[in-house]
């Protein structure tokens, strides 16, 4: 099954280079491309794209509002932020505005294209660079969290609970399987239940959620 993907950024030089690479994949297709925030919003829209990978720093409207937008607008894509070690802000941002994965710039292009198709399956997990620390101290800053300890967690069960730790620790589901001794299906299975339980977004909401539960220490 193909993924498609919308490039997000206002140096052409950067689509094109994310292009040609995602040329050369047998699962990987762009559908469009976009130069600024507003454009990336309306492109969504008509495109319906798997993933948008959306860069941050933009004239006129920034990669966090058109994230934002394109979550708002409910068309099922995910979003995944471009961004630099140095821009923590505009990360707290971006999850705030929703986005499902983090890749920054200077990672080898077929890293980000990795992270493109974990965006896509739905294991969003915090890309190299950004780390567990960002997602501790986000949780812990003031505004509009993207979760909050008010959620049902009475009726996760221990077994839930010890896999919510796990994702949290950024474990994949394979070493959450091993590490419990159950099957990587039941793994998955436990996972699901996790976002319909807590109305989590993707992976990414359920390891802020596991902070914010204080199944994981905020680390540094």
Known sequence: MTV??????????????????????DDLEVVGEAGGGAEAVERAAALRPDV??????????????????IMAAGTGSRVLVLTTFDEDEYVYGALRAG?????????????????????????????????????????????PAAARTSRPVEAVTEREREVL??????????????ELF??????????SRLFTKLDARDRVHLVILAYELGLVAPSG
Do not use: C, W, Y
């Open 52 to 69: 948008v990978v959306m860069d941050i720093r933009m004239p006129g409207m920034d990669g966090i509002e058109a994230t934002r937008r």
């Open 4 to 25: 498609t993907v919308l490039l997000v950024d206002d140096q052409p030089l950067v689509r094109s280079g994310l292009r040609v690479l995602i040329a050369d994949t």
């Open 182 to 191: 159950i099957s990587v299906a039941t793994t998955k299975s436990h996972v």
């Open 165 to 178: 730790t796990l994702v949290g620790l950024g474990r994949s589901n394979q070493e959450i399987a091993d």
């Open 99 to 143: 986005a499902s994965g983090f890749a920054v710039k200077d990672m080898a292009l077929e890293d980000i294209l990795a992270a493109v198709r974990v965006v896509a399956a739905g294991d969003a997990l915090i890309a190299p660079g950004v780390t567990r620390r960002l997602i501790a101290d986000f949780v812990g800053r003031p505004g």
